[in-house]
């Protein structure tokens, strides 16, 4: 190394690391890049714009992506001076041409440098933020006035060093070595003013915008990566040999895999899986992943990612556990949705305490332990580190706002497998828009698999037309498992005398009795009602209300205590308990429980599936009942227009359509086969026909408006936005609790440790209800005013208009 190279900095020191070398980055990230090859390996989508020359483009933009820090003004920031105000990554390009003397090479290299950190243009021509509003109109004296100066020196000293550290990267006939004060500045100028003229006015082919955001996540993630100083995992755990270990498993509990399941295991290819609940749905997917990893990595794929999609939290953390059962390491699991660290919270706590819980952290403090922990954690996962993910599609959605922030996340992507789970659980548009991004996946090289124990044929037919290739259909052969549930109907709602009377006589015959109401209002008037004689027969604990209006710290203690006494476990372990709990439809999406029967209001069948799964959930008893209550139709309050609605929350066509053919099997014994007949029933109909309209339209439109990549270097900052407008809500903190939210952000050193112990405070509210609130912009929180009992939950908000107050039934 030239002596002059080991006082140019690429960094500063900061959060106890020494300041870093720039020469120390750029071959970290030279490193991180290559490690990004091995593990992704060839796209097949680049190679008609680029051929072979994917990676090796990537490579040699993450070699030069920093090195127009060279000039002094930035030495001297990186020091300790003042703002030097320029985008280093422009001046970088001054170092390519030597390096790269294939005029339309350069160019992909050149794009893939200059947009590491900023859009190159901006789709009005006005953004602030853009290379181009920054730069186009600059003359070379205008380039020499604002980076200079720049030592000849330095300079020469750096393109030595890139020769040498590029290797077999370099084409044979580049530029000779011998390097004498090179004018990079008017080097840059020059990349520049080519880079911009060729995208001034053009539109990208399909094959040519995917490329250049392929192209930018390599780049972006592998300077990530080093800048983190993180690593990769390599070897994908759910590949070869996994099915060998699994069917040992398998044996050692006296099992043989199901027919689905070694039919799923032996499929090439694309997979749509119906298997009814308790029927091993999640090995069968497994299997699978096995399948097309090995098939993935003989092809060349390196360690093909393993992504597991669930839309709930619980579930999501539920699998996350199994699958560190399976592989026995926590390490190879990433966890990615809004809460993960949370997630890892809880896990960090139970594992410091039950290995050591005398010394849980250096400062005596085992949150803050375990936030450090957790925080670490969630980091290693967003920068992709492990091979095998659980989380929501909304994670893997983001890579459609591409960009310097989101490309990372659509390279990771290439050449992967996708299990996705529970499809029934969104809403039309939210639907469209993951079968948009399975469409992508497929693009990219991915393999897709869709699991439902019911499957009904319209959502079988969504998912053919999103992947376009072929998709097999792979089914659990019939009885495998005997019916759980016998159906019950009664023509009163779920709040009436009648079915509180009803409630209570099995409460007192020793029951365990889920109660689901459609909104918090019913909710709470059923708990108030039979409470005191819950508790009064069976303990503190044998009544318990549970919706979705809880603070985070509360509704992790009303969780656990529902888990303590109903949770699945007590089944197999023959405990059971009696008790009441009373739940929104959080109950649907949250918790691993097993009651003896279920009353339950009224709602579409989907939902309905939901609930009736939380009772007899192991099929090991004779089937119980699940008694379906009329719901109360009429307008919402407040909404102008006079469309009915299923207790204020679900639309009445479909919600009418189930009480209707409920009715038709009322007294029955009915299990999943049931089920998916009863689907295909309702989405035969006229109401079930403009549902898949929805979903088509929603795909459709999210394919225009996100995945197309016209303009691949666009500011797409007005596009996020609008993508989280599509998953809205909030979380709020109560103003008697702002002073405990303070002091728990400032608790720890860190500041993402100490908003992560701040959450324990935090409401979920709609998106809706931030108009009831107040931004405390200083803290970063919504803040509202009103009723709250740790044991009840959230009862009323005091907005600041009389008219705008919270009514627990508008709020699920």
């Known amino acids: 190394m030239d002596q002059v190279l080991d006082r140019v900095l690429a960094k500063s020191a900061r959060l106890g690391r020494p300041a870093e070398l720039l020469i120390e980055h750029l071959d ?9 090859r091995r593990r992704i390996g060839p796209i097949a989508v680049t190679e008609p714009v680029l ?21 002094a003004g930035f030495q001297a920031m990186v020091t300790g001076g003042g703002l030097w105000g320029e985008r280093h990554e422009v001046l970088s390009l001054g170092f390519l041409p030597p390096l790269v003397p294939d005029g339309g090479m350069l160019l992909w290299v050149a794009e893939a440098v200059v947009t590491h950190h ?71 100028h020059q990349v520049l003013t080519d880079v911009l003229g060729r995208w001034r006015r053009r ?45 040992q498993r398998f044996s050692e509990n006296g099992r043989r895999p199901y027919p689905h399941q070694e039919q799923s295991g032996a499929l090439r290819g694309h997979l749509l899986l119906r298997a009814p609940t308790g029927s091993g749905k999640t090995e069968a997917g497994l299997f699978w992943a096995a399948r097309q990893v090995t098939d993935l990595i003989a092809a060349g794929a390196g360690a093909p990612r393993v992504f597991l999609v669930l839309p709930y939290l619980a579930s999501i953390n539920a699998m996350a556990d199994r699958l560190v059962g399976v592989l026995g390491d926590r390490e190879l699991v990433g966890v990615a949705h809004s809460r993960a660290a949370s997630y890892h919270l809880a896990t960090a706590i139970d594992e410091a305490a039950s290995t050591d819980p005398d010394t849980p952290g250096q400062d005596g403090s085992l949150p803050l332990y375990a936030a450090r922990k957790a925080v670490a954690r969630r980091a290693a996962t967003e920068l992709f580190r492990e091979t095998v993910r659980v989380g929501t599609p909304y994670q893997l959605l983001r890579a459609a706002l591409a960009g310097p922030a989101h490309a990372g996340i659509l390279l990771d992507s290439a050449n992967s497998v996708f299990v996705l789970d529970e499809l029934h659980a969104y809403d039309p548009k939210r639907l469209g828009f993951i079968l948009a991004g399975a469409g992508i996946w497929v693009r990219l090289g991915g393999r897709v698999a869709v699991m439902s124990a019911t499957l009904p044929a319209v959502l079988a037919d969504l998912v053919r037309d999103a992947i376009g ?46 109660m689901v109401a459609n909104n918090v209002a019913d909710a709470q008037t059923v708990f108030d009602a039979l409470a005191a004689d819950a508790i009064a027969a069976h ?8 919706h979705s209006r809880f603070r985070r710290m509360d509704r992790t203690r009303v969780e656990r205590k529902i888990i303590d006494r109903y949770g699945a476990h007590r089944t197999d372990c023959g405990r059971r308990f009696p008790g009441l709990v009373v739940a929104t439809q959080v109950v649907e999406v949250s918790l691993d429980v097993d009651f003896d029967l279920l009353f339950t209001s009224g709602a579409p069948l989907e939902a309905l599936l939901q609930r009736f799964g939380r009772i007899n959930r192991a099929g090991t008893r004779e089937p119980a009942d699940v008694v379906v209550h009329e719901p109360s139709f ?34 029955l014994a009915v299990d999943e086969e049931h089920a998916t007949k009863w689907l295909d029933e309702i989405y035969a ?48 903190v109560l103003l008697e609790d702002l002073p405990e939210y303070e002091a728990a952000l400032t608790s720890a050193a860190g500041r993402a440790e100490g908003r992560l112990l701040a959450a324990d405070w935090l409401i979920p509210l709609p998106g809706w209800a931030v108009g009831l609130s107040r931004l405390d912009r200083s803290l970063g929180v919504e803040i509202i005013d009103g009723d709250y009992r740790p044991d009840r939950g959230l009862t009323a908000i005091r907005g600041a208009v009389g008219a705008n107050r919270y009514q627990p039934g508008e709020v699920i």
């Open 685 to 732: 109909s006229t109401w079930g026909q403009e549902w898949r309209h929805q979903v088509d339209t929603a795909r459709v439109d999210f394919q225009q408006a996100f995945l197309t990549f016209k303009r691949p270097y666009d500011d797409r900052s007005h596009l996020a936005d609008a993508f989280d407008s599509m998953f809205d809500g909030t979380e709020a």
């Open 51 to 71: 051929g072979e020359r994917f990676w090796p483009v990537s490579l040699l933009a993450a070699l030069t992506h920093d090195t127009g820090k060279v000039p």
């Open 469 to 514: 290739d072929p998709v097999e259909l792979v089914t659990a052969p019939a009885g495998l498992t005997l019916p759980r549930h016998r159906l019950r109907l009664r023509p009163h709602h779920l709040t009436d005398e009648e079915a509180l009377r009803e409630a209570r006589a099995h409460l007192t015959a020793g029951r365990s009795v889920l």
């Open 634 to 667: 009429g307008p919402r309050r407040g909404e102008g227009r006079q469309v009915d609605y299923a207790d204020g929350v679900y639309d009445s066509e479909p919600t009418h359509a189930a009480m209707r053919i409920l009715h038709q099997h009322a007294d």
């Open 539 to 546: 303990g503190p604990d044998g009544a318990i209300l549970l």
């Open 118 to 188: 900023r859009p190159l243009t901006s789709p009005t021509g006005a953004g602030l933020r853009s290379i181009m509003t920054l730069y186009g109109g600059c003359t070379l004296t205008d380039f020499r006035e604002r980076f200079g100066p720049v030592d000849p020196v330095v300079a020469a000293a750096l393109e030595r060093w890139l020769i040498h550290a590029g290797g077999d990267l370099l084409a044979a006939d580049r530029a000779d070595d011998t390097v004498t004060g090179p004018d990079v500045v008017a080097r840059a």
């Open 28 to 36: 970290a990230t030279l490193g991180a890049a290559v490690d990004l």
């Open 203 to 247: 539109r990208a082919t399909a094959d040519e915008g995917l490329t250049a955001i392929l192209l930018q996540g390599a780049v972006t993630l592998a300077d990530h990566l080093s800048s983190a100083h993180g690593t990769l995992h390599v070897t994908q755990p759910i590949g070869p040999g996994f099915s060998e270990r699994l069917r």
